[in-house]
């Protein structure tokens, strides 16, 4: 799994790449201090970055257009937002911006790997003292609702849990997704935990043949 650690203190991004260590012994890390730096990384590596921690005052751009940016460049990354801020408002502006998770910089070391395993698996990680006073419309299932839009159902995967689910359906194994789609090997595992949990069952076979009567699987082989 590539992650880019984006902030402009070279000791937080230091801890921040021991503490990800944790995540499991696949995990490459690249370092950015800086918007721009963050999105030549992402160009650079096309494809390949699961993951941008990203800091919100950094020199180069407005944190607001770096973010569109990074969403806008690649489909498969996942944008979480680790700051200093507590405004709700901005963490409310990141999350619509595309970001799927915010995490306090002052959270513990448990709370950030526990909240790193939700995105990565699928969700999305709101601070809990935000979601206790949240009471406008979700804006962070963006990518999610574009599939519920064009297959009418109630099933929730982001793009690149499609991208799995599509090549379970032809049998390969986590080896060969991985290989196909640029990804670590532990990574396609937590994305097919995800796809089960969402159709409620427990093996793959099962997970394709909801996902055909759902309508969101067709016959077409992946990449056709």
């Known amino acids: 799994m590539l992650v880019i650690v984006a902030d402009d203190h070279a000791l937080f991004r230091e801890g921040l790449r021991l503490q990800l260590q944790d995540l499991g012994d696949d995990i490459e890390v690249l370092e950015s201090g800086d918007f721009k730096r963050t999105l030549e990384l992402v160009t650079e590596r096309s494809g390949a970055v699961d993951l941008v921690l990203l800091d919100l005052d950094m020199p180069g751009m407005d944190w607001r257009q770096a973010i569109d940016d990074l969403v806008g460049r690649s489909e498969s990354v ?76 109630r099933h929730s995967l982001t793009r690149r849990q499609m991208d799995v689910l599509s090549r379970l359906a032809v049998g ?31 093996n793959r076979t099962q997970a394709v043949v909801a996902a055909q009567q759902a309508g969101i699987l067709t016959g077409d082989r992946p990449g056709h």
Not at 82 to 96: C, F, K, N, Q, R
Not at 177 to 193: M, N, P, Q, S, Y
Request: charged letters at 20%.
């Open 172 to 202: 390969q194994s986590n080896k060969e997704i991985a290989r196909d789609l640029g990804l670590a090997e532990g990574t396609v595992k937590l994305h097919v935990t995800s796809i089960l949990k969402s159709f409620g069952v427990s």
């Open 78 to 153: 996942a944008v979480v937002v680790v700051s200093a801020t507590g405004d709700p408002e901005i963490i409310e502006e990141a999350l619509a911006k595309g970001a799927v998770g915010f995490i306090p910089k002052d959270c513990s070391g448990k709370v950030m790997l526990g909240a790193l395993k939700l995105v990565l698996s699928g969700g999305t990680y709101v601070p809990p003292a935000m979601l206790a006073n949240w009471h406008r419309p979700n804006p962070f299932t963006r990518r999610s609702a574009a599939w519920e839009n064009a297959t009418g159902s």
